[in-house]
């Protein structure tokens, strides 16, 4: 049964620290893609990869959030230093990259709480 | 700007009622769309999909419905069950040049079936 998983479910971190999430997409995706659920904005996307190339982080604050895909079987999401205001559901998902089905399938997320 | 509206942050129906849910877009180049349902402390999960060049699409209970004039599309579901009971985002993609692979998503609604 093929999932995207993602490490931690859960993080409380105080301010200022840095955060790692991290997400392994289902085997042969060639797409992987960062979400934040917040109550205001619902899914807001984040960044994607494509073939592990990154191709749009345009939803991402750049001072602090950084997206890497060091191989193909790991995504990684870093916010250095987090804030308060960076509390939230941060969902990866992965897809085969067709077009037009470009069906996502999304992992459980990672809830984290910054204090 | 929100490029795909869900109006209704919530819906409640009986068992064996028909659920209708509504989706409302303003990009004109969005040509395929998506229903994801989504369970409390999981990731969203694809459900149904409708491209631009059909007006309809069933699968079992679940029937999306693509009014393309109005920019308006909805989920139906026949018959409800309280299974049912989830939050369910619309999403849009528009893959006109082929590159594009993002998912624009509404903000939800959650569906509550009872029994």
């Known amino acids: 049964d093929a999932r995207v998983t993602q490490t931690p479910r859960h993080k409380v971190t105080e301010m200022g620290q840095e955060v790692t999430m991290r997400c392994q997409p289902i085997?042969?995706?060639?797409?992987v893609f960062w979400y934040r659920q917040t109550m205001m904005q619902g899914l807001e996307l984040l960044a994607y990869f494509r073939n592990r190339a990154p191709l749009d982080d345009s939803g991402m604050p750049k001072d602090r959030f950084s997206a890497e895909m060091p191989d193909a079987t790991l995504a990684t999401l870093k916010i250095q230093p987090s804030e308060p205001r960076d509390s939230a559901v941060y969902f990866c998902a992965s897809g085969p990259g067709q077009i037009p089905r470009n069906e996502q399938f999304f992992g459980p997320g990672t809830r984290l709480t910054v204090l | 700007d929100q490029q795909v509206k869900q109006n209704s942050p919530s819906l409640s129906v009986q068992e064996g009622r028909i659920s209708i849910l509504n989706c409302d877009y303003t990009n004109s180049m969005f040509d395929y769309f998506l229903w994801y349902k989504k369970y409390p402390a999981e990731g969203p999960t694809f459900l149904i999909s409708?491209?631009?060049?059909?007006d309809k699409n069933e699968d079992g209970r679940f029937t999306v419905f693509l009014n393309k004039s109005a920019k308006h599309l909805s989920l139906h579901i026949v018959p409800s069950q309280p299974g049912d009971s989830a939050v369910y985002f619309c999403a849009a993609s528009s893959n006109s040049g082929g590159s594009n692979y993002k998912l624009t998503f509404g903000k939800g609604t959650l569906l509550t079936v009872n029994p």
């Open positions: 085997l042969g995706h060639n797409t």
């Open positions: 409708i491209s631009s060049i059909k």
